[in-house]
Structures are given as structure tokens and as C-alpha cells.
């Protein structure tokens, strides 16, 4: 294991283009609990320096504004937010993300207007989701070169907002002229406002969407579930095409264990890409730790992943 | 005339009077890039023990009301890596390296300081006796002052190099603490380390951090921090390196005022990489308005009761510059 000297990180005032709440389109939803709990976001950026070189999978540690909006947390936020690269425009010299506003940090990203300029560092994670040879995922599979992305069947699992670094990677995958499916979980209809993204990605082989609460147009139920169907059914779909299977996920964690298991029962490769709360984003702090079944068993979110193989996560024990 | 911002002590010499705080700059590695290493006043390591030492289970950190909590539990690559590579590559940088040492005995911290003697390029050790995250070690021998003595004792004896040792907020008599371990042979301490803290996440009803508490470090622990370097500096005749929620010029300069030498920037660093650079930046400025030629002129000015070791000037030959005022973009 290397130690990455983070020469390449950039860090720079971003000018805010974009700053919107996704509100849920169609229909006004219906009432329930989680309609109401849950307040998505759109934040654009003009990073030139992230946009031409971050890799799916990668974050930005972002300054918040100082003050809750909401007066609900004094003192806070204080620390960066780690966020992920939601989409990039290397033309425009732009990067977006996607977050769910969840406390003082994300809300004080919601309260931004265009033309607010934000303190960013990024683009970081030496692990990002393995799409080329130059791709190096860290840990146990270091070293290893990803399938020719051509022949690649890409399986994007997303569970709610953990969708939101899997457009870029999907963006990238069939700029590679991969087949990509992605797999989307959300809990109701009000989420559904995640996955309308990928809708207007082009060339995707396939899009399915779970709802937890029943919903129209989307299957009820998990998004383990539309991947452990779609794993059945490999081996008809190799039958056509026998090109590699790659599962790639994010969201959270009872998810991601679930999207392990089933990718190990079917012999299949998959990534994941786990949180944990960061203080530096840069691999300083060894805040970020999570455990491995490698040795020495921690390993830094930061600076190892966000993504790692999913084999090489240790998804048993006390932790939640 | 520029403000002379250079100060030696305790065998020290350091182009700025502000240095990073061990833990929150890993071994400056993780900061190249982000901030010019070689404008920084000192570079203190992440503590190091003899063998590796796997650190605790997560979560390890959460933030607080101005401030953090860490329990990360002195997770470090041990001596021999870090002499193998994380050292020479800092050495390089251009930067004073000071090494965080930790134990688990006596013995451990002795044979890490021996060890260290020798090693090319190290400027100082600190002794880290104040850890509140650990079992063993760390606050076991820092909250006993005859602990803390017997454990410095047995470091001075191994190491010729200045044995800075870094103090606990966690005790009732935190100049008594200080006394013992000048007593023992340091020729400088450090404060404060973290303030033991806690927090409940009241929807699964269990402590944030897997090891139930934490330490406190940012902003919220300043005033505490300052008040301790305020009762230290009267008590010892050995130099001062203050720390503890420092963020700006003007908090340096409180610390500076208060009776300390120099200072350290620890949790400031990860909300801004260039911190240590900026803040020397923002002490040359106050120095300049206020008509000082020379940073040393602050130490202990508020502190009527100061009778702590004092910086002196680098000479005026020396070729280490004053090289700071780094920009966002750096
Ligand atoms: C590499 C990485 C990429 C991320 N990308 C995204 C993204 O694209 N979109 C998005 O919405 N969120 C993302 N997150 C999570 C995001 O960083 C947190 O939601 C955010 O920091 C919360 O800050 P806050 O001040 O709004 O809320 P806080 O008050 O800090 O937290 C609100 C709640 O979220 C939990 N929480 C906070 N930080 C984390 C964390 N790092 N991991 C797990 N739980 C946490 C807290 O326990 C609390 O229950 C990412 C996290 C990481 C580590
Ligand atoms: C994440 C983290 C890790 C730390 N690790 C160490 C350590 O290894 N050794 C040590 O002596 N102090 C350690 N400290 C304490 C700091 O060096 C410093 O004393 C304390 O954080 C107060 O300064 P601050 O408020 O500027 O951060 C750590 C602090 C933090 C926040
Ligand atoms: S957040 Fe500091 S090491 Fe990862």
C-alpha cells in the first residue's frame, strides 16, 4: 500500500451555477411519512480542474457555509462534507452532485444561490469504481486489471441517494461502449426524483426501479431483489452475449451487504462504495476507517476507497 | 520591516512559531500538494509506537458544537515503517520533524525514543501521555504525576534529542502534572491534548462513537486550552507550545500571550490544509499593525504570574527564511 501524497488534489474557490431542490414531478404524492422527511438536492459547480480528471466514484470535501440556515445546530457545520461526483461536464468545466439535506452541513449547501462560490478540495478517493486498465482499485485486488470495457455487462446497483455517483460512472461506462443496467431502489414515489437522471442518459441496455411503498411503473419491493433476478438470469443473458459481468453499488450499508452476498453466490466481481464520517478527506486523521477482512484490518474510506471490492469489506460484527 | 516571525527553543529552531498538532497532519504526506510543507514551523507526526497499532473500531469521529470528537485510538504504521518511509520522505519536504512517540509501557516508549536518537532528521520528540483513547498508555501514565515521571524519566535517559512532553486537559492540577514531568527531564511541554467528550445518538439510544467516548478538540475547547497554558506558564521554567481549538491569527496569538513559545494547529488543518501557513500569516500581520519586530515579544505579555521558558531570536545569520503567507490556491 502505497502512500498517496495527494500532489494531484486540487483545492480552489467553485463558483455555485446550479442550486436547486429536486421536487418530485408528476402528481403531487400522496402523504406519508417519508415523503415529507425527505428533501433532495442539486448543487452545480465550475471546477474545470475537478471536471477534467475525476474518475466515478470519486468525492469533493466541500466548506459550508458556516451557520445552520435553520439555527437548529450552533456551532456546526465546521468540518467539510464529503459529497460525491454526481455528474461532469469536462467541456463546460463543470461538476454536479446530488445530496439528501440530512443536517446542518447539507442544509447549508441547500441555501446556496448561482454565484455563490464554494471552498472545495477534490477531486479525492484513490479508489474509485474500475472502469479502465487505469483505473487501480486499492486492497486485495490491487493491481488486477478490470475487463475489457467492451465486453462488459455493467450492473449499477443504487439505493437511494447512493444512486448519485453511479450517473457518472454509467456516463463513463457507455462512453466505454460497456452494456450498462442499473438497478434502482427507493423508498416511495417522492424519491423517484433520483433515478430521473439516468432517464436521459443515452444507450443504457436497461433501467428498473424498486419502490419500497408501492408506486406505479416501478416494481414493489428492494433493489436486492431486482439484483438477485437479474443474476438469475445470467445465464441466459451469457448464453447471447458471454462477456464479463461487473455488479457496481452504492447505498447503504444492509444494502451493500446484500448486493455482496448475492454477487459472491453468482461468482460475480462487484464494487462497492461505503461511507464512514471523514475529518480530512485526505487520509491524515485515520478517522474514516472501516473494517476489512484484510490485515492490518482498517482500512481509509478517503484514501483507500470510497470504492473497494466487495470481498474485501467486513460486513459481519457489532457495527451498524 | 517585515515582523521576525523565527523563534528557538529548547533546542528548536522554527522559521514560523506555529506547528501542526500530532494526529490531524499524518506524516505531512497527506497535506503535500495542499499546503507548501517547508513554510510550516514544525511538522509534529502521528504518534508512533514500537509495533503497529490497529486503531479502534469505527465510528471514530463525529462532529460536535464547534468542535469534533475522535477516538481513533493511535492507529499508526509503527516505528520501523515509519522510519523506513514515512520519515525520510518528510525530511525531505524541508520542514522540522517532530515525532509523536506512544506506548504501551515505559519500556515501549523508551525503545521508540532510542530509536529515534539517531534517525536523520528529526528535530524533537514529543511524548504523547494524554491520550484519552486508548487502554493502555497515553492518559494511563499522563493523569498520575508519578506516572508521567517515572515514563519521562526513562525517556530522557534514551534520547539526547528535546523531549517535549504533551500534557492532558483530563486532571485537576495540570501545573502539578507539569512540574513532575519538567522534574523528570522534559525541556519543553505541550497542551493540550483532547478533552474527554461523548455523544448520544438518541434515535438508536447509543454512543456516536464505537468506544463510547472521545476527544474533544476545535474551537470549543480553546478558552479551556488557554486557561491551562495561562496556569502551565506560571508554574514551569521550561518553554510552552500551546494548542487546543486554535483557528486564527488572533487565537495564536491569545495562546502566545498567555505564555506559550509556540503554538500547534490541529483540527483547524482539516476545514483548512493551509491553517499552519495562514495562521504565521495572520500573527506577521497583527505584529506589523501593533508595531512588534519580533514574535517573541508577545510570549507571557498577559500573563502576570509567567515565569515559563522564553524563545530567542534565530540568528540573524541563519539561513532558514521567513517563508510564509500561503494562498488558497497553494
Ligand atoms: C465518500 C462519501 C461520499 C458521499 N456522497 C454523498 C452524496 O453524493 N450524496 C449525499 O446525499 N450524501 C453523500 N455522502 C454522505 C454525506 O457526506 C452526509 O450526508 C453529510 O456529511 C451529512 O452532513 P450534514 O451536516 O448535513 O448532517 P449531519 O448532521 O452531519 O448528519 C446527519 C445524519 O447523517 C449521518 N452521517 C453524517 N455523515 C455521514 C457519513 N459520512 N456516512 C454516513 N452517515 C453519515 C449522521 O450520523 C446523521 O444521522 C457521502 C459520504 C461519503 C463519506
Ligand atoms: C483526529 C485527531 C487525532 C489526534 N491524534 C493525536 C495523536 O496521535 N497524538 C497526540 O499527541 N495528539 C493527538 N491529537 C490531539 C491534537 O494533537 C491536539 O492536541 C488537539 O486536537 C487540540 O488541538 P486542536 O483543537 O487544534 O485540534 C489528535 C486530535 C485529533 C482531532
Ligand atoms: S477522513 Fe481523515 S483519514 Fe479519512
Redesign the interface.
Known amino acids: 500500500m502505497g502512500v498517496s501524497d495527494n500532489k494531484g488534489t486540487w483545492r480552489g474557490r467553485a463558483e455555485v451555477t446550479d442550486s436547486r431542490r429536486l421536487a418530485p414531478s408528476g402528481p403531487a404524492a400522496g402523504y406519508s411519512e417519508s415523503n415529507q422527511a425527505r428533501s433532495y438536492h442539486r448543487l452545480g459547480l465550475k471546477a474545470p480542474e475537478v471536471a477534467g480528471r475525476v474518475r466515478p466514484g470519486q468525492f469533493l470535501h466541500v466548506l459550508c457555509p458556516p451557520g445552520d440556515p435553520r439555527g437548529h445546530s450552533p456551532g456546526r457545520p465546521l468540518l467539510r462534507r464529503p459529497l460525491s461526483v454526481h455528474d461532469a461536464d469536462p467541456q463546460a468545466g463543470t461538476v454536479e452532485m446530488l445530496f439528501e439535506v440530512r443536517g446542518p452541513g447539507t442544509a447549508a449547501l441547500a441555501a446556496t444561490l448561482p454565484g455563490d462560490v464554494l471552498d472545495v478540495v477534490g477531486p479525492l478517493g484513490g479508489g474509485c469504481f474500475p472502469v479502465s486498465g487505469d483505473d487501480r482499485p486499492s486492497g486485495a485486488t490491487a493491481g488486477r486489471t478490470p475487463p475489457e470495457p467492451r465486453s462488459l455487462t455493467a450492473i449499477l446497483v443504487g439505493g437511494g441517494v447512493g444512486l448519485a455517483p453511479l450517473l457518472l460512472l454509467a456516463r463513463v461506462l457507455g462512453t466505454a461502449r460497456a452494456r450498462v443496467r442499473v438497478l434502482a431502489g427507493v423508498a416511495s414515489r417522492a424519491d423517484l426524483v433520483l433515478v430521473e437522471p439516468f432517464y436521459a442518459l443515452p444507450g443504457l441496455s436497461g433501467l428498473v426501479v424498486a419502490t419500497e411503498e408501492r408506486t406505479a411503473g416501478a416494481e414493489p419491493g428492494l433493489v436486492a431483489d431486482l439484483l438477485a433476478r437479474e443474476l438469475s438470469e445470467l445465464p441466459g443473458l451469457r448464453g447471447v452475449d458471454p462477456g464479463p459481468v461487473v455488479v457496481y453499488a452504492c447505498g447503504p450499508r444492509p444494502m451493500l451487504r446484500e448486493v455482496s452476498r448475492l454477487a459472491r453466490g453468482a461468482g460475480v466481481e462487484a464494487w462497492v462504495s461505503v461511507e464512514e464520517r471523514m475529518a480530512c478527506g485526505v487520509g491524515a486523521c485515520r478517522g474514516c476507517a472501516v473494517r476489512t477482512t484484510g490485515r492490518p484490518p482498517y482500512r481509509l474510506v478517503c484514501r483507500d476507497g470510497p470504492v473497494f471490492a466487495a470481498g474485501e469489506i467486513d460486513w459481519g460484527g457489532a457495527e451498524p | 520591516m517585515r515582523p521576525d516571525l523565527g523563534v528557538a527553543f529548547a533546542g528548536l529552531r522554527m522559521k514560523t512559531p506555529v506547528m501542526t498538532a500530532s494526529?490531524?497532519?499524518?506524516?505531512g504526506?497527506?497535506?503535500?500538494?495542499?499546503v507548501n510543507l517547508s513554510a510550516i514551523g514544525a511538522i509534529v507526526v502521528?504518534g508512533v509506537s514500537l509495533e503497529?497499532w490497529?486503531?479502534n473500531?469505527?465510528?471514530?469521529?463525529?462532529?460536535?458544537?464547534?468542535?469534533?470528537l475522535?477516538s481513533?485510538g493511535l492507529?499508526n504504521p509503527g516505528l520501523e515503517r515509519f522510519l523506513e518511509?514515512?520519515l525520510p520522505?518528510l525530511v525531505s519536504s524541508g520542514a522540522p520533524v517532530i515525532v509523536n512517540v506512544v506506548g504501551r509501557t515505559p519500556t515501549e516508549y523508551r525503545e521508540v525514543a532510542r530509536a529515534l536518537d539517531g534517525a536523520p532528521g528529526v528535530a524533537a520528540l514529543e511524548a504523547n501521555i494524554s491520550c484519552p483513547n486508548v487502554e493502555e498508555g497515553g492518559l494511563a501514565f499522563g493523569a498520575d504525576p508519578e506516572a508521567a515521571y517515572g515514563l519521562v524519566a526513562a525517556m530522557r535517559e534514551a534520547t539526547s534529542l528535546p523531549l517535549i512532553v504533551k500534557l492532558t486537559p483530563n486532571v485537576t492540577d495540570v501545573a502539578g502534572l507539569a512540574k513532575r514531568v519538567v522534574d523528570a527531564g522534559a525541556d519543553a511541554v505541550s497542551l493540550i491534548n483532547t478533552l474527554v467528550g461523548m455523544a448520544i445518538d438518541v434515535e438508536?439510544g447509543r454512543a456516536v462513537l464505537?468506544r463510547g467516548t472521545g476527544g474533544l478538540s476545535?474551537?470549543?475547547v480553546k478558552p479551556v486550552a488557554l486557561a491551562m497554558v495561562y496556569r502551565v506558564a506560571a508554574a514551569v521554567s521550561v518553554p510552552v507550545i500551546g494548542m487546543g481549538g486554535i483557528w486564527t491569527g488572533r487565537d495564536a496569538v491569545e495562546f502566545l500571550m498567555a505564555g506559550a513559545s509556540a503554538v500547534a494547529v490541529g483540527?483547524a488543518?482539516?476545514?483548512d490544509?493551509s491553517a499552519p501557513v495562514r495562521i504565521a500569516g495572520e500573527i506577521a500581520e497583527f505584529l506589523a499593525r501593533r508595531g512588534y519586530g519580533w514574535v517573541g515579544d508577545l510570549v507571557g505579555v498577559a500573563n502576570p504570574g509567567f515565569r515559563a521558558g522564553r524563545p530567542s531570536r534565530l540568528a540573524d545569520e541563519d539561513p532558514v527564511r521567513n517563508n510564509q503567507g500561503g494562498t488558497?490556491?497553494d
Open positions: 494526529g490531524t497532519f499524518g506524516y504526506r497527506e497535506y503535500a500538494g495542499l502521528k503497529p490497529e486503531g473500531r469505527p465510528p471514530r469521529i463525529i462532529e460536535t458544537a464547534s468542535g469534533m475522535n481513533i492507529e518511509a514515512d520522505w438508536s464505537a476545535g474551537p470549543a483540527t488543518t482539516f476545514v490544509p488558497l490556491d
